[in-house]
């Protein structure tokens, strides 16, 4: 399986980005996914995920309210809309498959990887 993330770029403090993940195997499908995000000299940390069926979605504390995640079965893609962005969601994003069904909030739980896409939101 092979992940595609796209969609990063720069945006002002309060502004809107949306990502995009394509999928290059309809195996996702059935599959939880997620997005994780990496800040320079940071962790990896879970931002969201959504279930195989498209809900239950999960979403870290900081991002809740802000962001959404949602995927299109047809076109094999997750998308991250994240609005009202804050500096400190400068970070590259990551898009990942789950091993199960289900999302989780660990990235242990993914076995595959996308090979991230850079957001830059300036104050």
């Known amino acids: 399986v092979q992940l595609q993330a796209s969609g990063g770029g720069l945006a002002q403090a309060g502004g809107s980005l949306t990502l995009s993940c394509a999928s290059s195997?309809?195996?996702?499908?059935?599959?939880?996914m997620g997005w994780f995000r990496q800040a320079p000299g940071k962790e990896r940390e879970f931002v969201a995920a959504v279930s195989w069926r498209g809900s239950p979605t999960y979403y870290a504390d900081s991002v809740k309210g802000r962001f959404t995640i949602s995927r299109d079965y047809g076109k094999s893609v997750v998308y991250l809309q994240m609005t009202s962005l804050k500096p400190e969601d400068t970070a590259t994003y990551f898009c990942?498959?789950?091993?199960?069904?289900?999302?989780?909030?660990?990235?242990?739980?993914?076995?595959?990887w996308g090979q991230g896409t850079k957001v830059t939101v300036s104050s």
């Open positions: 195997k309809r195996t996702s499908s059935n599959n939880a």
């Open positions: 990942a498959v789950d091993r199960r069904p289900i999302p989780h909030r660990e990235a242990s739980e993914y076995q595959y």
